[in-house]
């Protein structure tokens, strides 16, 4: 058994403060992709999501990956899946990202 989100961008809904000029901070897109598994009736069942992250420029790869996890395990219903795939790269293309 295997599930997809919609082949559309989904962002987390990450927002991010004002810094002290009043602007929000810098930040950086990403594109992400997370397959989950659980036992399941004798069984496995997976699920992949994948969407867009904006990341402020303080943001560390692991805080991204357990609000990414997070996220994943609530859509699917699957607290305590394993991950069997993470992906978090630029989202431009031959560029740095802005």
Avoid at 37 to 65: C, E, L, V, W
């Amino acid at each position: 058994m295997s599930q997809q989100t919609p082949p559309t961008s989904t962002k987390t809904g990450n927002s991010h403060p004002v810094n002290a000029s009043g602007n929000p901070p810098r930040t950086t897109r990403y594109m992400w992709i997370l397959t989950l598994q659980k036992p399941m009736r004798g069984g496995f069942a997976n699920h992949t999501s994948f969407g867009t992250y904006d990341a402020p420029s303080d943001a560390s790869r692991n805080a991204i990956y357990t609000e990414l996890l997070r996220l994943c395990q609530e859509r699917a219903g699957f607290d305590g899946a394993n991950v069997l795939f993470f992906s978090l790269e630029l989202d431009r293309l031959g560029g740095d990202g802005r």
